[in-house]
């Protein structure tokens, strides 16, 4: 016993100093509900406690990624994780030119955008990171692991054949920077609790059959990895800065050695969060609100007339003594709409806050904005939270055209597309498989990160299975008519019913060219836009030879470039 309690002591101490000299501040009494629970339990309230959070519009990401992901010598600079280029912000919801808006747990493997399971994990910037667009499009939706012969390598991000045991039926894995491998460990420990509830599509990493979550030779890796690569500087600062916006943290940050209770080997134990020196106490102080705090900016970003959009903001209070006084005040304050304007102190002081639902529905064309005032309570003052939106005139889509896949070798192959002519957020697949032996169809649905993306990579396909897609755009809550149907047969034939129809097939050491007629002059690019190749005439059966690698390949009949890997 006496040990027992020496050793409690000690990784106490040894926490309770990382803590402190990481700088973060956690609010007295947040981590009060894991405090004590163990396995399963201690999992469960991990889940209650990350999934209250400040659900954010995914059009406004690139506002908090300017706050979460900046270099702390120079907050201009983007903190990129998949890459050693230099970004920098330039400020607004337009991004950073070059790069994608990353979800560092695909989002195809629970669906995206999607109202079935809900907004939360599609938005949630504990798992979203700027990155650099040629290293997103060779991860693809791939899981993690360790690559033993990469296609892909940056410097900073590696894609290629995982090593034995690793990726889950997956032919490819994404090996981040050593820098990294803790940061997405820990992502992925919080995403598994997060999102326990979600049913997963792709399981290379997670298990819809286990409490878990995560699945054997998952937890084995990312257990390696975060106690490889310790919580740095960088997470706890980002840790704090997503707290001020989306109102909840990533524990696996706070306490480095929560996963090993959980995933790791104390699995079992009892998890005492006062051994990390965080108080679990009842608040004895002041009337405080602890979220929203004053100066909190909700950045709608851009709704269509003739639509709206909702923002649930939680409010989280700690001693209250009176209910809160909810009031929208100054300039379009009749845009926005809350349900209700008082709030009791016990929903406000429970560790899961209340959530208000904050509607934005414009009745006019142009930047909007009012002021949410909170205030009693017991509160000495109150609290102000800026609300910003814009309101734009309703797009008109024109219908896509699909193109046939590419890459169509055995489990994978490519959806393609041409560009839209107008501005447009991100484009929607559309995907139907019938199964020959079971007889069995079934319909899923994938987006895009943005709007610049004109292929879709998928990695599942199995014998006997016959594929179709179409494609749609989307902008500001619009969706065009559905594109032509490409259908890729059991053979691996894809449809060639477009216009200038051209197929590119993978094959050992290069590419096999199918066409209907002959194409004219095409080039090759590396992803360096260096041109490895020019043909004077692309025609029929025609062999390329390639070395390993991403490519692009270039026509003049096309306006659109065909991605190829080359394994």
């Known amino acids: 016993m006496i040990h027992n309690r020496l050793h409690r002591w000690v990784i106490a101490l040894v926490a309770l100093m990382a803590w402190m000299g990481a700088g973060a501040t956690i609010p007295a009494g947040y981590y009060t509900s894991l405090d004590g629970k163990s396995g399963q339990a201690l999992k469960d309230a991990i889940h209650e406690l990350a999934l209250r959070h400040t659900t954010l519009s995914y059009g406004s990401l690139w506002i908090y990624f300017a706050e979460t992901d900046c270099q702390a010598e120079d907050h201009s600079k983007v903190w990129d994780m998949y890459s050693n280029k230099t970004y920098y912000f330039r400020g607004g919801t337009s991004g950073v030119y ?45 899981p993690l692991g360790e690559v033993s012969n990469p296609f892909f390598d940056n410097g900073a991000t590696r894609v290629g054949s995982p090593k034995s045991g690793q990726g889950g039926g997956s032919n490819s894995v994404f090996e981040p920077d050593d820098r990294y491998k803790g940061d997405f460990a820990r992502t992925y420990f919080y995403m598994a609790c997060a999102y326990q509830h979600y049913t997963w599509r792709y399981t290379y990493m997670m298990t819809n059959n286990s409490w878990k979550s995560l699945n054997d030779w998952s ?26 916006h989306q109102n909840n943290r990533n524990p696996f940050i706070d306490f480095p050695e929560l996963f090993e209770y959980i995933w790791g080997n104390r699995q079992g134990q009892v998890f005492y969060v006062s051994d990390a020196g965080v108080d679990t106490t009842s608040y004895t102080g002041e009337p405080e609100l602890v979220a929203p705090v004053q100066g909190t900016v909700l950045d709608f970003g851009e709704v269509a007339l003739g639509k709206s959009l909702d923002y649930t903001l939680y409010i ?32 406000a002081n429970s560790a899961e806050g209340y959530p208000l639902k904050i509607t934005y529905t414009p009745t006019s064309i142009g930047d909007h904005t009012a002021r949410l005032l909170i205030l009693d309570g017991g509160l000495t003052g109150s609290v102000g939270v800026e609300l910003r939106a814009r309101c734009l005139a309703a797009p008109t889509l024109t219908q896509l055209e699909a193109l046939p896949a590419t890459n169509v070798n055995g489990n994978d192959y490519v959806a393609n597309w041409r560009a839209a002519n107008e501005e447009v957020d991100y484009y929607v697949i559309t995907r139907t498989i019938y199964n020959k032996d079971s007889g069995e169809t079934r319909t899923e649905t994938f987006s895009t990160d943005d709007g610049n993306t004109t292929s879709y990579i998928f990695n599942d396909r199995q014998t006997g299975e016959t594929h179709t897609y179409y494609v749609q755009s989307y902008r500001l809550g619009y969706m065009s008519d559905p594109s032509n ?25 290069g590419i096999l060219i199918k066409c209907s007629e002959d194409v004219g002059q095409a080039s090759i690019y590396n992803l360096a836009g260096q041109e490895v190749l020019r043909i004077d005439n692309l025609k029929d059966d025609m062999v390329i030879e390639l070395p390993r690698g991403i490519y692009l390949l270039k026509t003049a009949t096309s306006r659109t470039a065909w991605k190829i890997a080359i394994r």
């Open 98 to 142: 070059g790069m994608h808006k990353e979800h560092s747990m695909p989002k195809s493997w629970w669906g995206g955008y999607d109202e079935t399971q809900g907004y939360a994990g599609y938005t949630d910037i504990n798992h979203l990171y700027p990155s650099d667009g040629d290293a997103n499009m060779a991860k693809s939706n791939y």
């Open 219 to 244: 937890i084995d890796l990312l257990c390696r990895w975060a106690r490889n690569d310790a919580v740095s500087d960088k997470e706890v600062d980002r840790n704090e800065a997503v707290q001020k």
């Open 485 to 509: 149907v490409i259908t890729i047969d059991m053979s691996g034939i894809t449809g060639i019913e477009a216009d200038k129809p051209l197929q590119v097939l993978t094959m050992e050491g």
């Open 316 to 347: 989280k209070g700690r001693g209250l003594n009176n209910p809160l006084t909810l009031q929208l005040y100054r300039y379009d304050y009749e845009m926005f709409s809350i349900p209700v304007t008082t709030v009791s102190r016990t929903a």
